[in-house]
């Protein structure tokens, strides 16, 4: 599975951004679970949101919850991180990723195919 990542930007607080992921698989398959993570200088990376393995429900970090949405277009094979109300503390390298549907949790151990990072950047 290839995941190209685009959309991120500078944005200015409390601002809006859509990223957008697309995949060369059909993401309207149950096979395989999406979502997105995010790495800040200096720090781990994180879980940012994903879909759950019968992708109809989503799920998303504490620190996101009710800012951003992670939602798909079959038709297009894409998935998107709508991102609202953006912080200085959102600034990060973005990540869309991608594993089979198994059992396995949506962690960054477990993530098997990785786009290739967009920076989005939150100015004060």
């Known amino acids: 599975v290839q995941l190209q990542a685009s959309g991120g930007g500078l944005v200015q607080a409390g601002g809006s951004l859509r990223l957008s992921c697309a995949a060369s698989t059909r993401t309207s398959s149950y096979y395989y679970v999406f979502g997105w993570f995010r790495q800040a200088p200096g720090k781990e990376r994180e879980f940012v949101a994903s879909?759950?393995?019968?992708?109809?429900?989503?799920s998303y970090s504490g620190s996101v919850k009710g800012r951003f949405a992670i939602s798909k277009e079959n038709d297009k094979n894409t998935v998107y991180l709508q991102m609202n109300s953006l912080k200085p503390e959102d600034t990060a390298v973005y990540y869309c990723a991608a594993k089979r549907s198994t059992s396995s949790s949506f962690e960054e151990a477990n993530i098997e195919f990785w786009g290739q990072g967009t920076q989005v950047t939150v100015s004060s």
């Open positions: 879909f759950t393995r019968d992708g109809r429900r989503t």
